[in-house]
C-alpha cells in the first residue's frame, strides 16, 4: 500500500507486553482489531505511546512486522524510527521498511545538541535513504529542540519531508506550517498531524489533515465521531465529543508525581485502560517505569465507566 | 583484566572515521598509542566525545573490539552503553562486554522523561545484568536530567553502582558524592570521575579519583602531568598545567554558531588537532554535524601551535 | 466603573516614549484613541508588551493616571502589578488602583523560584490586599513558571482571582481552565482570557471570554471584527480574519536575531508600525533594548502594506 | 568609605523581619554585628539571600541606611540594585547609593528576553548612571540567563565593571573570567568573587579575589579561617574546614519539597539558625515564602548542634 497523505485519525498504537516484558503479538493484534473497527484512518507504531525508547531492535522489527502482516493494505502503517542520530535513524529506517511500514516518522537528532541547519541535514540525509516518506515528528518534551516551522517548509517544499506529526501542543506554530504548506506552490501532498489528544478539533478546524491521539487506543471511537464532525463543519458537536474525550484524559494522571513520572502515569493508564477494556492481556510497561498501583488502576476504571467505556 | 577501580587519567576517545564515514580502525589504533605512549590509566570508548550517539550498533562493536584487541590487558576500556532506556542499555552493555569492556558506563534514561524512582530502578536493572561494573555517567547535557547525588550514593551503597563519570560541571554537586562515597562505610571501590577539562585539578584536589578529558585526546601528555602534579600535591604546578589546557581548550570554540552546534565544534576541533598531529587519516565527523571550514582548522592550528604541539 | 467580568477585545498598550525615554503622554492618549475607534473593550496598561518591566515606578503612575482620567468611565482598565514578589506587587497594586485602574494583573513571582504552594500564597495574599478584582497573568516566557490550571481554578473558586490572562500559548492547557470555570458551579463571572494573538480565533472557539492581543495595537479593527465573526458562529469568516492576522503577525521578527533579543523585536516592531501609521510620534523602546534598523523599520512598512493598513 | 576592590569574606546578609514583615533594624544590626566580630571584609546587602526580591523599596532603602550608619567606614558595604530592566536598576542605584552605598550589584535583566548585546548595554548604561562601582551578578537561577564570560571581560576592560559576583555554580566558566582578568594587560582592580558556599576553596584556589557565602551568616568565623587558610597556601586545612562547612550546608535542604521551594528551605533555614544562634528576633521569611515546621526548625538546630555553633 502506497500512502501519499495521511490524513484523518491515526493512533499511535501502544505496545502490549507479556508479564516477562515481551512483545504480547495477540495482544497488539487485537489492539489492531479494535482501532480497525472503530473506523481509524492509518496505524502509527513504533512512537512515543508505543514505548519506542523502551523497545529493543528484535521488539521494534516483531511490532511493525506482526502490525503489518495483519492490517497492511488496509490500513497505512506508519513506523517510528526513533533514534539519536543520522546513522542510527538510518539503521531504524532500513528495518521498518523491511518489515513494511508505509512511511517512517523521525525525530530531531536528540542527546546530541544540534542546530537548526543539523536539523535540516539530518532529514535529508534520512529521507535519501528511504525507500518510503519520510514524516517529522515535533516532540520537544522528548528531543528538548522545538522543529522550527520555517525548516520543515524549506524540506517540505524540496521534496524531503511528507508530513509533520506535531506534539509540540504550540498550536500557533503548529497553524504556520498548516498555512505556509497550503499557500506554497511547491508543496502538494504534504501531511501535517498534530498529536494533541486535547485541541484536535481546534488544530482540525485551522486545517489539520489528521490527529495521532494516544488516547485514541482507548476511545478510538471517539476520535472517529470527532474527525467526521470535524469534517462535516459541526463545530458544537466536534466541540462536544472533543470535551468528552477531555475529561476522559484525565485518566493520564492517575499516578502519583511523588512516585513516577508523567510517561508512566500516562503509558500506564492507556494500557490499563485497554486491560480494563477486554482489548489486551496485561497492562505491563516497560522498565524502568514505575507501575501504576491497585488504586490508580481503579481510579482509571472510573474514567472509563464515566465514559461509558466499561 | 578486571578494575575494581577506575583512576588517573582516562580519556573518552574520538572515533577517527574513514571519508565514507567508517570507523577507521587503524586510525582508532593510532590514537590509542598516541594515549599509551602518554601514559594514561584507561580508556574510555563510546563516550560523547566519541561521537556514540552518532555510531551504529556495528560501528560501536568494532570500536570496542578493536580496541580492546589492541590494548585490552594493558589499559582498562571502559564503554559506553547509551541508549534510552532499560531494555535498549541491556543489549548494549550485552554487546560492548561480548567484545570485551571491563565496564560500562551508563546515563540515566532520556527521550523518555523519568522520575529519580525510575532513575534508580533503570541502574539497578541494568547492573543486574551486566557482567561488569556499571559507572553512572551524569550529562545533564545530553538527558537533561541531572543525576541526584542521593541516588547515586543510594546505588553505590548499595553495589549497583562502581562509579560515577561526571560531566555535569557542577562541581559542588560532585564534592557531595566524593565526600558521601569516602565517608559512607559501606562504599568501597567506587570510583569518582570528573569529565571537566578546565577543572580536571580542582576535581583532584577535593577528592577525585580520576579525570575523562575529551582534551585529553589532543594532549593526553599534558592531563597526564597533571594528574601527576596534584598526587605529588604540586598545587601551583598543576594549576599552571591546567592553565595551559584550558588555554588549549579555546579550540572547542572556533566553529561559527551561525553555522552549527557547539558539538560539531569541538568534536570537529578535537579530530581536527588530531589530524593536524598526524594521528588519525581523517578529520570527519559523523552525520549530521557540520564540518568545520579550513578556517576554522587553521584556528585550530594555531591553538596547537600555541601549546607547542605542532 | 467597575467590571466584573473582563470580555471581548482587550489590547495590551504599548507604551509610547519620546527621544529621551519619558512617557510620551499625547502619543499614548492617541493610542487610546485609535483603540477605542475601533471598538476594542477594555484596555490593558502596564502588560509586557507596554514593556512594563522597562518603566519606572513614576512613569507606571504616570501611564495608568494618563489612561484612566482619558478613557476610563468609558472602557474598563487593567492594568499590570508586575513585580517579583508578594509584598512588592503589593506596592504597584496600591500605586495603580490609586490611579484608577479597574483591575490587576499580577504574575507568578518571578526571580524567586517558588512552589505551586507559595504561588496560590501569592495570589491570595494579593488579593487579600487589593481593592479591585486581581486576574492571574500567566506567562512562562517571562516568570520561568507555568500557572498549574488547578491552582488557578481552586483561586476562582476561592474568589481570590476575577480572571486569568494566559500568554503560555498552551491551548489545551488554557482549555483545562476554560471548561473548568464553566463546570464549576463555584465559579461566576470569572474571566478567562488569551494572550495569543495567533490561534485567537481558536482560544474564543473553545469558550475563551476574550483576547488580549499585542498586534491589536497595530490593527485593532482586525481583532474587533475576529472577535465579532467568533462571536456570531462564523467560524470560516474568523478563520479568514485571523489568517490575515498571522500574516501580518510576521512584523515580529523583522529585527535580526543575532544583533537583538525576540523582545526587542516585536516590541521595536509594534511601536515603528504606530509610528508609521501615525499613532504615536516616536517608536523609540526602552533601555537596553536594541532599536530596529532603517531596512528593519521598512520591512515594517511592507507587512502594513501588505495588509491593506498603510 | 571608597572600595577599589572587594576581596576577602562578604557575606550576603541576612533581612530579619519582625513578625509582622517589617525589616527589623535591630536584629539587622545585630548581625552585622556578628559578621565584624568575626573578621568579614565586607558587608552585601540586598542580594537573593537578603531576599531583596521580597523587600519593598522602603524597606530596601531602610535596609542600606542601617547597615551604612551602622558599619559604614569600618567595612564595605555592597547593595544589591536588583530590578528587571535598565531603568528601574538605574532608580535603585540612585536610592541605594544615596543611602550610602559603595557598590552595587546588578544582575543581568530578566523577566524581558535578551540579547547578549542588550546584556551588555544594560551594564553600560547603568554604570554611566552610577556613582560608585557596579558588580556584575550571575546568578542563572534567578534571571534564567548566564552572563557570558566574553561580555564580562569586555566590560570590565573597558572600566564598565568593577567586578564579578557569580553564583551560577559554573567554576569552569569561572575561571575563565579568573584568568582572562588577570591576563589582560587594560583590566587593573577588577574583582572576582565567588557566591558558592560549597566550593569556595577551589574557587580561590584557582584566583578567585572572595566568596559571598550565604552560610557566611550562620558561620562567619567559618568562612574567615577557610579564606586564611587559602590565602596561605594550607590546601589541606583549607580542604577540611570547607568539608565542615559543606556539612553545615545540609541544613539548607531541611524544607520539605513537597510543601516548599529551595528557597523558601534555604532562607528559611539561614534564619532560623540565625534565631537560634540568638542573633535575630524572629526566623520569619517573606510573603509568599511557606514557613519551616517546627521539625524543620529542630533538624536545624542539630546541624549546628553538630557544627559546634549551639
Chains 1, 2, 3, 4 share one sequence.
Do not use: W
Not at 535513504?129 to 522545538?146: F, G, L, W
Not at 520543515?152 to 509533520?164: I, K, N, Q, R, Y
Request: hydrophobic share 45%; aromatic share 4%; net charge negative.
Amino acid at each position: 500500500m502506497t500512502i501519499t497523505q495521511p490524513a484523518g485519525v491515526i493512533p499511535p498504537l501502544c505496545t502490549p507486553l507479556t508479564p516477562d516484558g515481551e512483545v504480547d503479538v495477540p495482544s497488539l493484534l487485537r489492539l489492531v482489531d479494535h482501532l480497525a473497527a472503530a473506523g481509524v484512518h492509518g496505524l502509527f507504531v513504533l512512537g512515543s505511546t508505543s514505548e519506542a525508547a523502551y523497545l529493543t531492535d528484535a521488539q521494534r522489527r516483531l511490532v511493525v512486522e506482526s502490525v503489518v502482516r495483519h492490517a497492511g493494505g488496509q490500513l497505512p502503517v506508519l513506523a517510528g524510527a526513533i533514534d539519536m542520530t543520522t546513522p542510527r535513524v538510518r539503521d531504524h529506517v532500513a528495518a521498518v521498511t523491511a518489515a513494511g511500514a508505509d512511511a517512517v516518522v523521525v525525530t530531531a537528532p536528540f542527546y546530541a545538541r544540534t542546530h537548526p541547519a543539523e536539523i535540516a541535514r539530518h532529514y535529508r540525509a534520512v529521507a535519501a535513504a528511504s525507500p518510503v516518506p519520510v514524516v517529522a515528528y515535533d516532540i520537544p518534551v522528548a528531543v528538548h529542540t522545538k522543529l522550527p516551522g520555517d525548516v520543515v517548509l524549506e524540506l517540505a517544499a524540496d521534496g524531503v519531508l511528507a508530513g509533520l506529526k506535531d506534539s509540540s501542543g504550540d498550536l500557533a506554530a503548529f497553524r504556520q506550517v498548516v498555512t505556509g504548506v497550503r499557500d506554497h506552490q511547491g508543496i502538494t501532498g504534504f501531511s501535517v498531524l498534530t498529536g494533541s489528544e486535547l485541541i484536535a478539533d481546534a488544530a482540525l478546524a485551522i486545517g489539520a489533515d489528521g490527529v495521532v491521539p494516544g488516547l485514541g487506543n482507548v476511545d478510538p471511537h471517539g476520535y472517529v465521531r470527532l474527525d467526521r464532525l470535524c469534517r462535516a463543519g459541526d463545530a458544537e458537536g466536534a466541540r462536544a465529543e472533543q470535551e468528552r474525550l477531555c475529561a476522559l484524559f484525565g485518566l493520564v494522571s492517575v499516578g502519583d508525581p511523588a512516585r513516577m513520572g508523567p510517561g508512566s502515569s500516562a503509558i500506564g493508564a492507556f494500557k490499563a485502560a485497554l486491560h480494563l477494556r477486554g482489548v489486551i492481556d496485561c497492562p505491563l510497561t516497560a522498565e524502568p517505569q514505575v507501575p501504576l498501583s491497585p488504586d490508580e488502576v481503579e481510579r482509571v476504571g472510573k474514567y472509563l465507566a464515566a465514559a461509558g467505556l466499561l
